[in-house]
């Protein structure tokens, strides 16, 4: 896959994790796992640049005598994920072109 499409698709997949409710790293990742596995360094560079571009803020607690990083969306993220969606429709007519294509040719 592209890598650039990758890209937007985890961090569409990481802000919707933690859309419902502020969620930590490790959390993130159990979420995410019945659909897509991810590795820690990717989840935390993902997270970084989503914090970065204001798409979710991060908050320290402390959690069995260590400190834990929770995450929350913010309206610019819930907004990300709304372009996504919206997005989504022109993907698939792209992708049922693609697959048009293929049937043809079978």
Request: one cysteine or more; proline letters at 1%; aromatic letters at 10%.
């Amino acid at each position: 896959m592209d890598i650039q499409l990758k890209r937007g698709l985890l961090d569409v997949c990481v802000l919707a994790a933690i859309k419902n409710k502020d969620s930590y790293g490790y959390q993130i990742i159990k979420d995410m796992k019945p659909y897509i596995t991810l590795s820690e360094s990717t989840l935390y560079t993902i997270l970084k640049r989503l914090e970065a571009a204001d798409m979710l803020t991060v908050r320290s607690t402390e959690h069995d005598g260590r400190l834990r990083k929770y995450y929350r969306i913010t309206d610019a993220g819930l907004k990300r994920i709304e372009m996504f969606k919206a997005e989504w429709t022109e993907i698939l007519a792209i992708y049922q072109f693609v697959a048009k294509e293929d049937q043809q040719h079978e």
